[in-house]
T-cell receptor
Framework: EDQVTQSPEALRLQEGESSSLNCSYT??????LFWYRQDPGKGPEFLFT???AGEEKEKERLKATLTKKESFLHITAPKPEDSATYLC????????????FGQGTRLTINP | DGGITQSPKYLFRKEGQNVTLSCEQN?????MYWYRQDPGQGLRLIYY???????QKGDIAEGYSVSREKKESFPLTVTSAQKNPTAFYLC?????????????FGPGTRLLVL
């Protein structure tokens, strides 16, 4: 079964304390791995797409990396405004433009 | 400004009532999607449409219906057959071409049962 699993479910950090979020997947023939940020009561905001193992993408304090089995979202020196739920997703192999989403990691940055 | 709009932001449904959630996009995207989000769970696909006048069931289509008469619009009806409709509903769309699997989301509609 195609699955995307995120860990941890929730993470609390102090401002400036760097860490990583994990997204592991069992989707065969991966055609991309997507990261989104979701603020409470709002729709997910697209962050990154990674297509191949070894690829990295950065945006401000966020850096996403991809291996053959998992992806990491590294957050460096986070600020309180980085608090959000981070979702990852992967396309299902059947080619119907469908994504399967992980449950998300709820990140809280304390000032 | 191009984007995806959903209305209303909050919707209240009475027992036995059908309600319709609106989703409009002016991004010229071909594909559109409806998801349901429950607390602590990932997004679950209800219906999706890759072209006008065509749509397919997702993983949890029971109790829902859709139409796609215009490229810009993909309304979702929550019928009385959906026994647990309280959730956050998200509409998304994706562009044609090489970026076709990147989905962009609207702001969401929260549905509550009275």
């Amino acid at each position: 079964e195609d699955q995307v699993t995120q860990s941890p479910e929730a993470l609390r950090l102090q401002e400036g304390e760097s860490s990583s979020l994990n997204c592991s997947y069992t989707v065969s023939g991966l055609r991309g791995l997507f990261w989104y940020r979701q603020d409470p009561g709002k729709g997910p905001e697209f962050l990154f797409t990674l297509y191949s193992a070894g690829e990295e993408k950065e945006k401000e304090r966020l850096k996403a990396t991809l291996t053959k089995k998992e992806s990491f979202l590294h957050i460096t020196a986070p600020k309180p405004e980085d608090s959000a739920t981070y979702l990852c997703a992967a396309p299902v192999p059947q080619g119907a433009q469908k994504l399967v989403f992980g449950q998300g990691t709820r990140l809280t940055i304390n000032p | 400004d191009g984007g995806i709009t959903q209305s209303p932001k909050y919707l209240f449904r009475k027992e036995g009532q059908n309600v319709t959630l609106s989703c409009e996009q002016n991004l010229n995207h071909d594909a559109m999607y409806w998801y349901r989000q429950d607390p602590g769970q990932g997004l679950r696909l209800i219906y999706y449409s890759q072209i006008v006048n065509d749509f397919q069931k997702g993983d949890i289509a029971e109790g829902y219906s859709v139409s796609r008469e215009k490229k810009e619009s993909f309304p979702l009806t929550v019928t009385s057959a959906q026994k647990n409709p309280t959730a956050f509903y998200l509409c998304a769309s994706s562009p044609p071409g090489l970026d076709q699997e990147t989905q962009y989301f609207g702001p969401g509609t929260r549905l509550l049962v009275l």
